[in-house]
């Protein structure tokens, strides 16, 4: 599965990447901000692959990923690296585009993911309380949900659904 992370956001463009092997069922975190090595390459694929593994990719990543396009780029870049030995992708950091959105937080609560203009790129709100760049949830991890996911409950979307309006209305202009 691969997603993007600052923690485990989901839609968007951020600097962390989590690559999965469902074969052997390990994951890594890469980031992609920075400079991408064929040494880097090969410590990633042996840390998700076992040595006689002749499947998967570059990366080592086999199976489902759960944001296909961030891992086709990621992936992409990892190819020419090894076909040219140098990594020409810019390294500087990229502003993330945050999806508004609810998130499953690793310790059962419900969230809003909303874009800011912040040092992370978004804040994850309570009813009551605005966590910048997650920090301070509660949770060490989360995930972006689909808006019809079943997790979200009626009580959930009466206390957040008019933060994730209000913001897609904002964004919209």
Known sequence: VAELMTQTLGDFTMARLTISNEFTGISITVDDSQLVTNR????????????????GDELGGRGRQQDLEAYDIFLQRAQRVVATGKDETSVEPVKPRVRAGYVLCSNGDILAQIPEDNQYGFS???????????????????????DDHPAILASDREKLGWIIEQTAVTSRG
């Open 124 to 146: 994850l709100l309570s009813d009551d309380q605005s966590y910048p760049g997650g920090i301070g949830c509660g949770a060490k991890t989360w995930r972006l949900l689909p």
């Open 40 to 55: 880097k390459i090969k410590a990633w694929r042996q840390r998700l692959c076992s040595a006689s593994c002749t499947s």
